[in-house]
């Protein structure tokens, strides 16, 4: 048989196999892999490519190579969820490095992390100061889970006193060019007043500064003033 057939049968039937597989193995979102995981895959894969070149070797080997492996993760997987001391072991566990706004060193050691990810992974979650952070957790696959401060956390609706069943599960905007939209505010059941201490609260003393104004679904209140644009250009100057 021609070297280019062969090739082209075996990564035919390689990737059938593999697909056949991949759905035995069932469906886990990237971001919930585990590095064991991920290995597992990279080496599967890696010998569905193996398998589909190499023409020196018979095809059956590789095909039972894959079998094996996926079969192994398939136990591996079925163990994890019916013993803790296998969890612990396969995934690993979730690792507090920060409590209380303080590191924690040892655990961070224990785990490779290093502060650089540290602060790399909280300010992609929009944190930038440690000591607002309550508690962090690296998790099994490597994300970093944020809980702030009590007095850190941005107020909900309930905590704000606003009726949310009006609220349509979308963000509302009040404030539009220093124009405040009356019909919003009655549809929201709020009122100027509610407004104006909103505004104040963040340091605004007059509706007509306010670019945009807007009520987010969480209840926070967003608020971009025209004074923004100006104090940054005076602050890079």
């Known amino acids: ?12 039937t390689a990737f059938f196999v593999l697909l056949i597989l991949a759905r035995l193995m069932g469906k886990t979102q990237i971001s919930q892999l585990t ?3 991920y290995v597992v895959g990279i080496t599967i894969g890696s010998i569905a490519a193996i398998t589909s070149t190499n023409v020196n070797s018979p095809i059956i080997g590789g095909l039972i190579a894959l079998t094996l492996w996926a079969a192994l993760a398939l136990a591996s997987h079925a163990l994890v969820l ?12 979730p ?25 790399l992974q909280l300010r992609q979650q929009k944190v930038f100061d440690l ?22 956390a941005a107020p909900t609706r309930k905590d704000l006193q606003i009726d949310t069943s009006s ?10 060019g220093g124009n405040i939209a009356y019909h919003r505010l009655k549809e929201m059941k709020l009122d100027e ?14 509706v007509d500064e306010v670019v ?13 003033t025209k004074s923004d644009w100006e104090s940054d250009q005076v602050s890079t100057l």
């Open 193 to 206: 007043n509610w407004l104006m201490e909103q505004l104040k609260a963040q340091g605004i003393n007059r």
């Open 35 to 37: 590095f064991f995981d």
């Open 1 to 12: 048989m021609p070297i280019l057939l062969e090739v082209v049968l075996r990564s035919i």
């Open 82 to 93: 019916k013993s803790i001391p296998a969890r612990k072991l396969l995934q690993g566990e």
């Open 167 to 176: 609220m349509g599960g979308q963000p509302v905007v009040l404030v539009v």
């Open 131 to 152: 000591s607002k952070v309550q508690q962090a957790v690296l998790e099994t696959n490597g994300k970093l889970s944020v809980l702030l401060k009590a007095d850190e």
């Open 95 to 119: 690792t507090v490095v920060i409590r209380n706004g303080k590191l924690m060193e040892d655990s961070m050691a224990r785990s490779q992390y290093n502060v650089d990810e540290l602060m």
């Open 212 to 224: 945009v104004a807007q009520l987010g679904t969480s209840g926070e209140l967003y608020v971009d």
